[in-house]
């Protein structure tokens, strides 16, 4: 948005001193929100984002099955066990929901680096586009809104 802002106020201070000197700017605008929202590339890097991560997901999902269970089984059982059986046991479970912690986290790491990178290549293939387009249609400034 400042970037916008200050485009658009140099440009007016351009205009104001030296109006005939500009009067054949020619401007595009190009709003990468849309265009991105629109791209089929950004349609099927998330679908091949969401394959790559699937299987993690699914080993996660049913950690925190296994995990559940646990809980409810050492809920339902401790009061029977012995003190140091049941220390052994909150001990495993606590291991355990750090494990699950550790397999969330590094999920969502890593989707968010290969998301970024993915969409970090779209975004630069559409920039190579509209600067195309730009010098084929020979404008002298491309304002981008939307990002």
Same mark, same amino acid.
Do not use: C, M, Y
């Given at each position: 948005m400042k970037k916008i802002l200050f485009? =658009?106020? =140099?440009?007016s201070l351009l205009l104001a001193f030296n109006a005939? =000197?500009? =009067?054949?700017?020619?401007?595009?605008?190009v709003d990468l929100n849309k265009v991105l929202l629109d791209s089929p590339q950004r349609k099927k890097a998330e679908?091949?984002?969401?394959?790559?991560?699937?299987?993690?997901e699914k080993s996660i999902?049913?950690?925190?099955?296994?995990?559940?269970?646990?809980i409810?089984?050492?809920s339902k059982n401790s009061p029977a066990m012995k003190k140091e059986e049941q220390k052994k046991e909150e001990q495993k479970i606590i291991d355990q929901q750090k494990k699950l912690q550790e397999m969330q986290n590094k999920l969502q790491t890593d989707a968010n680096t290969a998301q970024q990178k993915v969409f970090a290549n779209i975004v630069n293939?559409?920039?190579?586009i509209v600067n195309k387009i730009a010098a084929d249609k020979k404008l002298d400034m491309v304002v981008e809104i939307g990002r």
């Open positions: 485009v =658009a106020s =140099a440009l005939p =000197a500009f =009067a054949d700017i020619k401007i595009g605008v679908t091949d984002l969401k394959k790559k991560f699937e299987k993690r999902v049913e950690a925190q099955k296994k995990f559940q269970k646990d409810e089984n050492f293939k559409v920039k190579n």
